[in-house]
């Protein structure tokens, strides 16, 4: 069995695609999916399975639920990987961001750099965007437009999160 880290895009943020972890975690259970482990209500989840998760999962989402979102899906080494690759791995905390993709980027560097602050830095490096954010993401114009920066959806985590995933992958 392979572990996988699974992003999902868009639950429980602003009163919207409400689902607890709990539901979550018992739906992928019942789709087969084993040592199913979640972290916050944004849903973050660390599970072991045969094949790799796919689309099934969407369609069970919305069948269950009534609602469409994306998930990233990460095998435990490309999730290392991500890990490995910040370029920022000097600062600590919630100024580090990481914005997953499942397709290809296709970045608009023009835009991103018309949008981002004086003081936000930031790095491509495959599926992964990294952003430095030290005044917070809450305002930020890059973040505000990051799929259509990349061109692809994507979502986001802080590096708290991200080190918190990496300790569950390692130990299930």
């Known amino acids: 069995m392979k572990t ?30 084993c040592e199913v482990k979640t972290y916050i209500q944004s849903g973050n989840v660390v599970l072991k399975s045969k094949e790799r998760p796919d689309e099934s999962i969407q369609l ?4 269950k639920f009534g609602f469409n ?6 095998e435990k080494a490309e999730f290392e990987r991500s890990l490995n690759n910040n370029p ?15 397709k290809v980027p296709q970045p608009d560097f023009e835009k991103i750099s018309s949008l981002a602050s004086e003081n936000e830095k930031y790095e491509l490096n495959g599926n992964v965007f990294y952003l430095y954010a030290p005044d ?15 061109g692809v959806s994507a979502t986001g985590r802080n590096l708290n999160t991200i080190n918190k995933l990496g300790e569950m992958v390692t130990n299930i």
């Open 4 to 33: 996988y880290v699974l992003l999902f895009r868009g639950i429980n943020v602003g009163g919207k695609n409400k689902m607890t972890m709990k539901d979550l975690s018992s739906l992928l259970e019942e789709m087969g999916f």
């Open 88 to 102: 920022y791995n000097s600062i600590q905390g919630k100024e580090i961001h990481f914005y997953f993709t499942q």
């Open 60 to 63: 069970k989402i919305a069948s």
């Open 136 to 150: 917070g993401i809450g305002r930020s114009k890059l973040v505000a437009n990051i799929d259509k920066c990349l």
């Open 69 to 74: 979102i994306d998930i990233m899906i990460l």
